[in-house]
C-alpha cells in the first residue's frame, strides 16, 4: 500500500521538522510550499521531503499541486503547521483501504484553550450547518487532515483553488455517493499565525469562498486531471 501525505505550506519552518518526524514510516510527504520566504522549502528537502513549488497563492492550489504530484495509491492531506498530527494517518487510511469509508476527515478536539479560536469555531459550525442542507451530511467539522483514494479523488473534478477546496472536496464526494465518515483527532495550538482563519476577517472570506461552493448545482462528480 502506497501512500503520499500532501503538506501545503506558507512559512511553516518552526513546525516543520516535528510535522515531517511525524509523518508515517515509508509514506512519502509531498511539502508544497506556496511562496514562502522563511526558508521553508529549503528545510523540508533538508529533512527529505518531496517539494512542489506552487506559485499560485490559495489553500486549494497548494493542496490540488500536491494532489497532482501524487503517485500513491492512497493521499493524505494535512496541515503544516503542528496542529495536527500525521501519525494519526494510518487509522484513517486502513478505514478507507477496508472499504468503511471513501472519505475519513479527522474531527478537531482541541487539546488546549486558543487551539481553536471562537471566530474559527463559528465558521466552521455555519459551514456544517450548510453542507447538511445541502447534502444531507452529518458532519461536525470540515477538518483538513483528511485521506482517500487518490484516482477517486482526481474524478471529482476539484476546481476550487483557494478556501473552498476542502469543503468542494466533501461536496463532491457526497454528490458521487461516496462513504464519508468523521473520527475524532487532537488539536493543538499551531505553530504561528493562520493565514487563512486567524482573525474574523480571515474567517469569514473562508466562509464566503464556501459559500460559492455550497452554491454549485447538484451533480454527479466528473472529471479528472484540473
Known amino acids: 500500500m502506497s501512500v503520499d501525505v500532501v503538506l501545503p505550506c506558507l512559512d511553516e519552518a518552526g513546525a516543520l521538522p516535528w510535522v515531517l518526524a511525524r509523518v508515517p514510516a515509508g509514506w512519502r510527504p509531498i511539502v508544497v510550499d506556496n511562496g514562502s520566504t522563511d526558508g521553508s522549502a529549503a528545510l523540508a528537502a533538508e529533512l527529505g521531503a518531496t517539494v512542489v513549488h506552487e506559485s499560485r497563492r ?33 487509522g484513517m487510511v486502513g478505514t478507507v483501504a477496508q472499504g468503511a469509508a471513501d472519505l475519513v476527515l479527522g474531527r ?3 487539546t488546549a484553550r486558543g487551539a481553536w479560536p471562537a471566530h474559527a469555531r463559528a465558521g466552521n ?55 464519508v465518515r468523521e473520527v475524532d483527532v487532537p488539536y493543538a495550538p499551531r505553530e504561528g499565525r493562520s493565514k487563512v482563519t486567524g482573525t474574523w476577517k480571515g474567517t469569514w472570506q473562508a466562509v464566503h469562498d464556501m459559500r460559492r461552493v455550497l452554491d454549485e448545482p447538484v451533480a454527479a462528480a466528473g472529471g479528472g486531471r484540473a
Do not use: I
Open 58 to 90: 490559495g489553500f486549494g492550489a497548494a493542496c490540488h499541486a500536491g494532489l497532482l504530484a501524487s503517485d500513491a495509491e492512497f493521499v493524505c492531506f494535512c496541515d503544516c503547521d503542528a496542529s495536527l498530527d500525521p501519525g494519526l494517518l494510518p
Open 125 to 179: 459550525l455555519a459551514l456544517s450547518w450548510l453542507l447538511r442542507r445541502r447534502t444531507g451530511l452529518r458532519l461536525r467539522d470540515l477538518g483538513p487532515l483528511r485521506a482517500a483514494r487518490r484516482e477517486a479523488l482526481l474524478g471529482l473534478g476539484l476546481s476550487d483553488r483557494r478556501s473552498g477546496y476542502p469543503l468542494q472536496m466533501v461536496v463532491r464526494a457526497a454528490d458521487a455517493g461516496w462513504k
Open 108 to 110: 478537531r478536539r482541541p
